[in-house]
């Protein structure tokens, strides 16, 4: 059944159409606001979660920076301390000087008076002259006497300061000429003239005073090559380089033992962070077959070293190096003070090393940045008691330091890029050397740089491959 219906209006349909067309805004603007109301909610959660991490990253700097600020208190408090003892003798000293030339010109005036006796007008105009010339003579001899009192006094107030109980303290002797004798001694005089005229000055002896002071723990024993000439023991230059490997990884320790020369297995320990090292058999051995070894604990950089059978390293998070005995599987650790060990400050940046092992000829030396001026420091480890045997501090500042190495007691620093050797320090004498060579072309990442005594080569793990270079000394020539 058909029902009619009116049709509508031009205008009632415009109504509708608009109605329509509003509702349709209307949806789209609500599903926009939902839209951008979610990216609201997750960008929130996002800054929550990110204000949680920094929340907790400041509590952890707080807690690491708080002993930091205390240790930097004490040491401006002792410094401030040492500069007030300072100016206290300084002031000491030159009251005492005063009070001295007082005493001289006393003295002087004294005399001077005492032979002033009333003659006549002829003997006083002959005598003038003389008695001038006798003032002259001795006020140049107490000036003599006073110079030589204030150096012994000088001498005599040298502090004697005791830094480190591994340092070694000895006498270093000083010697000057003089013409007088030290405070307290008295020199022979020649034959005195008739009296009342100068008598001659006595002869010249030599004083010699003993100042006591701090010098760097050098080894002193059987194990130095001290029988070579110091400048017998320098490296003249590297020859003939060549590749060992191709390596898979950017960073990485390569290693043989440095105390058994007739051990030809080769120890890999990849990446600067992990806890297994790799064992092959010989350096041309497959690279399917090695033998992993896990050394206990997580070692940090790549400054390991294979050294009578143990593995030495860093390790990771703390202030000790580990010794991991390969036959045994033994751990034993050694804290080392006042080497920095965390936030990022590395002995070598350019391989993240903190601690960095080095053999040689003369023993196995531990390389470190110092916490008290972040200059390069050396350890000489004592093996059989797994102790530090003496320390030396080079000055040299690890900032400046790219990687190093140590050959015959000299430790060899590289520049920053790692391309040359600028900075030379004898470990045995306790000064630097004035050494530089070339050692690689700038670029890429230097991991290791080892050096073996057994076969006098240098080894380094640059840009992932293994290579080695036969070192030249100026005693080859």
Known sequence: MWIPTPSMS???????????????LNAAGLLLLLARQNQQRAS???????????????VVEFLREAPRGAAGLRASR????????????QYSRNKRSEELDKETQRGLHQEEVQQLHPQEASQEVGEEAEKKTKMKHKLRHKNRVQEDVMTMMTYSMVPDHQEHQ?????PVTTARRASTGPPGSRARRERRDPPGLLGKEGRKVTMRSEVRGLLHGIPNDDTAPAKERPAERLIESLI??????????????????????????????????GRVVKEYASASSSPLSSVSVDVGRFFQGCGHAVHNGSLYFHIAGSSS????????RKLRT?????????????????????????ADDSGLWLLFASSADESVTAARLDTASFSVASYVNTTYPRTEAGNAFVARGVLYVTDTEDARVTFAFDLLRGKPVNVTFDLRPPGGVLAMLSYSPKDRQLYAWDQGYVRLQVVHFLSDE
């Open 321 to 328: 190096i580990g010794r991991f005995h390969f036959l045994s």
């Open 166 to 170: 591994d340092h070694q303290v000895l």
């Open 78 to 89: 002792r410094e401030r301390d040492r500069d007030q003892d300072r100016d206290q003798d």
């Open 10 to 24: 031009r205008a009632q349909r415009l109504v509708l159409y608009g109605s329509c067309a509003v509702a349709l």
């Open 334 to 358: 050694l804290q080392v003070a006042g080497a920095r060990h965390h936030g990022l400050d590395y002995l070598l940046l350019n391989s993240k090393t903190y601690f960095k092992m080095a």
């Open 240 to 273: 003939n380089a060549r590749n060992v490997s191709k390596m898979e990884t950017t960073f990485g320790t390569w290693m043989k033992d440095t105390a058994r020369p007739e051990d030809e297995r080769v120890w890999v320990a990849e990446h600067f962070s």
């Open 44 to 58: 929130l959660e996002q800054a929550e979660a990110r204000l949680a991490e920094v929340e907790q990253s400041s």
